[in-house]
């Protein structure tokens, strides 16, 4: 991991109609933030930026955006690169802070990984991302990982495994 604070730099210039004044980048890998480098171009020169580089978001991320976010000013703009489940927790806590979403730029890449959030103890558990099946670290139940992504926990929801089968059989017997 890596943090890189950029001094004050000139403004960018008019980009859409919108004038940023500070610009705080937030990627997840070297190569995430070569993306983010070549998809901001010459404008990633022109202004005053932050940069911080994690294997995945954690407390130590959060604590980092917040505290970066706290110190902007209006014609703040959050640009995010990486892998989509990393991205999506830091445009909730951006959002949580303050920031409207026209003012967060999503470069999401997929996953490898996906977390998987267990409604029995709240508990959430990172698996490989083709998981379909994954064993919860909190509460040891073997979930079923459905499609449904939660943006509020960052996570794909899991559910004891075969409750659907046994809500169907059980269903059928009481009609």
């Not at 890189?4 to 190569?31: M, N």
């Not at 499609?147 to 409750?163: I, N, P, Q, T, W």
Request: proline share 3%; aromatic share 6%.
């Amino acid at each position: 991991m890596t943090a890189t604070t950029v001094e004050k730099g000139t403004a960018a210039p008019e980009r859409e109609g919108v004038r940023v004044r500070w610009r705080i980048a937030l990627s997840f890998s070297e190569e995430d933030r070569t993306r983010l480098v070549e998809h901001l171009g010459p404008e990633m020169d022109r202004t005053m930026y932050a940069e911080y580089v994690a294997r995945e978001y954690g407390r130590d991320q959060a604590a980092w955006l917040e505290n970066h976010l706290r110190s902007a000013f209006v014609g703040t703009r959050l640009v995010l690169s990486g892998p989509s489940t990393a991205v999506r927790a830091a445009q909730r806590d951006a959002l949580e802070a303050g920031l409207i979403g026209e003012e967060i730029e999503l470069l999401e890449r997929p996953d490898t990984e996906k977390r998987v959030y267990c409604p029995h103890c709240r508990c959430t558990t990172t698996a490989a991302a083709s998981a379909s099946m994954v064993q919860c670290s909190g509460c040891r139940l073997v979930l079923e990982v459905f499609e449904h992504f939660s943006r509020g926990l960052s996570a794909y929801l899991g559910a004891v495994a075969g409750a659907e089968d046994v809500a169907a059989r059980t269903g059928e017997a009481a009609a």
